[in-house]
């Protein structure tokens, strides 16, 4: 039989979850303030913020599970703002129903980026948006509500535009630009399929032996922002373009004049140095496994070219 979920946000993650589920015969509430979304007989678009608590409730009726899914703007201060009461109500509201609440997860809070990131390692980063993802971990991991959290690291797929593998370097790829990429373009970085997480997610979501705990979603052996790029032209059968990279320094420096630059300053460690996520455990206790590169970076051109025309 099929069963009904909600989804909160319908971003890249929101959008692929909420698909995903449609496309095995579930239905499906699709709550965002606009009441935007993808269209599909089994989702059901409607306006809810999850700010109010009433509006919350009735987007929640008839749920098995939630899959909260909702961003906020780039910035430490818009996180700490919005996602920790949206967190905190998501999970009363749920908890009050007895069904769990899953959540992708970034690698924001890992303590020691610059070792391999596994499902055991240290969550206990601080300070500006990797401290707001700590703190949101601590609090799924306090509360009654069952919780499963999804690490991905930097999404590319379908759906998926404002990302490093996004629009810019498929933008680089199809017009033949240079391509200019944060930190060291050659240095290994974990990449995520979306299809990849949302599989994750929806199998987290229905095996209770994997509740209140933290899983990380498929993920391929590590590449580079310069071999993602090479992936891209060579799905697209096109020329790889040039790839630079930024140093984190010089994003730094500019990001003392420029809010927007200093946000991704803060995060520019990750491709400084290697980035490396092991999803290997939660691949078997999930029995799932990361899509080939290949195959992956060939659905997205294929999605790019259908949506942009290229």
Same mark, same amino acid.
């Given at each position: 039989m099929p069963n009904h979920y909600l989804v909160t946000g319908s971003g890249p993650v929101g959008t692929t979850v909420a698909l995903s589920l449609a496309g095995r015969g579930d239905t +499906? @509430?699709?709550?965002?303030?606009?009441?935007?979304?993808p269209e599909h007989p089994g989702?059901?678009? /409607?306006?809810? %913020? +999850?700010l109010d608590p009433a509006q919350l409730a009735t987007a929640m009726d008839g749920a098995t599970a939630v899959f909260h899914c909702i961003?906020?703007?780039?910035? &430490?201060? *818009?996180?700490?703002?919005?996602?920790?009461? @949206?967190e905190e109500l998501v999970l009363a509201v749920a908890g009050e129903r007895g069904i769990p609440v899953v959540f992708p997860e970034s690698l924001y809070s890992y303590s020691h980026p610059d070792e391999p990131m596994a499902e055991d390692s240290p969550r206990n980063a601080a300070g500006g948006k990797r401290g707001v993802r700590t703190a949101l971990m601590t609090?799924? *991991? *306090?509360?009654?509500?069952n919780t499963v959290s999804v690490v991905a690291s930097d999404f590319y797929g379908p759906h998926v535009e404002t990302a490093h593998a996004g629009a810019r370097m498929l933008e680089s790829v199809f017009n033949g630009r240079r391509l200019l990429a944060v930190g060291n373009p050659a240095m290994p970085h974990s990449f995520t399929y979306m299809p990849d997480l949302a599989a994750a997610m929806l199998r987290a979501a229905e095996r209770e032996d994997?509740?209140?705990g933290v899983l990380h979603a498929p993920t391929a052996p590590p590449?580079?922002?310069? &071999? /993602? *790029?090479?992936?891209?032209?060579?799905?697209? %059968?096109?020329p790889a373009p040039k790839v630079t990279g930024m140093p984190g320094w010089i994003l730094r420096a500019v990001g003392l004049a420029h809010p927007a630059t200093r946000e991704l300053a803060e995060m520019a460690y990750q491709f400084d140095d290697p980035f490396e996520m092991d999803s290997r455990r939660s691949e078997a206790l999930l029995g799932l496994s990361p899509t080939p590169l290949a195959d992956g970076t060939r659905a997205t051109v294929d999605w790019w070219r259908e949506t942009h025309g290229d």
């Open positions: +499906v @509430a699709l709550a965002t303030r606009s009441g935007g979304g989702i059901r678009r /409607m306006r809810a %913020d +999850v961003h906020a703007a780039y910035s &430490a201060k *818009a996180w700490a703002e919005t996602l920790p009461r @949206a609090a799924r *991991a *306090a509360s009654g509500t994997l509740w209140n590449s580079s922002q310069r &071999a /993602m *790029a090479e992936a891209y032209a060579a799905a697209a %059968d096109l």
